[in-house]
């Protein structure tokens, strides 16, 4: 059974691309759930709030104090949708001493969240879900290596059709992650390293078997599987590019391409891959990972709501059920031969 919430999940840039199919997500798994569509295009948020149901629209000012909202408003958790430079939503989170939920911080720009955590420790459940389309990676690779005794090397490849790059939201977290440092996090021999040039290349084959370079990102999605698997080796390679579907003539998909390498239960080595589609792109995982990750926060799924901490995904949602609730939302997952090569 479901915890009731009186007070509504503040969405902030729920009108968006990615926001707004999160918020009919959240109303598809939970039709009673007040939701608070905020924005600065209020006859969109309107529109979207009228078409949910049991939603309303809220004017959200970041930067300003308190959000810009009134001192009698109340919210059960917040989610921003974008890259708030201003850090005023976790903060505002923190003083009404409810969840929040991020998707927009590369890896080498968490400092400020952190520091906000360490001075608050006891406010709000911080969930950092900026790993790659909130978890979509991590969750299934995650999944994948419960079959492993010992996680030696984690290798994902991400496709991202140059026709789904999203909302504004989207295209300036692109600019800014990728422009911002000129070399990537990745981990080798049990060192972490910063890649650059050609190191930080690499070669993997799609699913219709065309070759691809991606170039490695450090996205959180390496902090998560280190932290589960220990593994030596960890990398994540990004390529904007072509979907194998829509080098078939179909409309563009997204691909996520997981490798993980050791040792099975049994002590024999093993190395298994995988390969990942959702046949309309990137938004419908994202906002599914952002539903799950609320769901979890506030208890919607009959458990304790979280308590006062920073988190990554993958320390409060559960892979096998995250790999299941892909599969209902549409994602196919394909067993696939291992690469060779390193």
């Known amino acids: 059974m479901s915890r ?75 989610v921003t949708f974008l890259k708030d430079d201003t850090l005023s939503s976790l903060r505002y989170a923190q003083q009404q001493g409810v969840p929040h939920l991020g998707i927009s911080t590369a890896a080498f720009e968490i400092a400020p969240e952190v520091a906000l955590h360490i001075n608050a420790p006891e406010r709000s459940a911080i969930l950092m879900m900026s790993n790659w389309l909130a978890g979509s990676a991590t969750l299934p690779l995650l999944h994948l290596a419960r079959d492993f005794a010992t996680v030696r090397s984690i290798r994902i490849a991400a496709v991202l059709d140059e026709q789904d790059m999203g909302g504004p939201a989207a295209h300036a977290d692109y600019v800014r992650q990728t422009g911002a440092v000129t070399s990537a996090l990745m981990r080798e021999s049990g060192k972490w390293l910063w890649g650059q040039g050609e190191s930080a290349k690499r070669t993997f084959t799609m699913l219709d078997g065309t070759p691809e370079t991606g170039t490695a990102f450090g996205n959180l999605d390496l902090l998560s599987m280190m932290g589960a698997t220990d593994a030596e080796s960890i990398r994540f390679d990004f390529a904007l590019g072509e979907t194998s579907s829509r080098r078939r003539g179909e409309p563009f998909s997204t691909e996520i391409l997981l490798e993980v390498s050791g040792l099975g239960r049994d002590g024999s080595p093993r190395h298994v891959r ?44 559960d892979p096998a059920y995250f790999v299941q609730r892909m599969q209902e939302f549409g994602a196919r997952f394909h067993d696939l031969e291992p690469e060779v090569g390193p």
């Open 4 to 78: 009731r919430i009186e007070d509504p999940v503040l969405l902030i840039g729920g009108s968006g691309v990615v926001g707004e199919k999160a918020a009919r997500t959240l109303r598809r798994l939970y039709p009673e759930l007040p939701l608070a569509i905020g924005g600065r295009d209020m006859a969109k948020a309107a529109a979207l709030a009228q078409a949910l149901g049991k939603a309303e629209a809220t004017r959200v000012e970041l930067g300003k104090a308190g959000l810009g909202l009134a001192e009698s408003q109340s919210f059960s958790a917040v």
């Open 274 to 317: 995988q390969g990942i589609v959702h046949p309309a792109g990137q938004a419908p995982l994202t906002a599914l990972g952002v539903a799950l990750g609320v769901e979890r926060l506030l208890g919607l799924d009959g458990a304790t709501p979280v308590a006062p901490g920073l988190y990554l995904p993958d320390s409060l949602l």
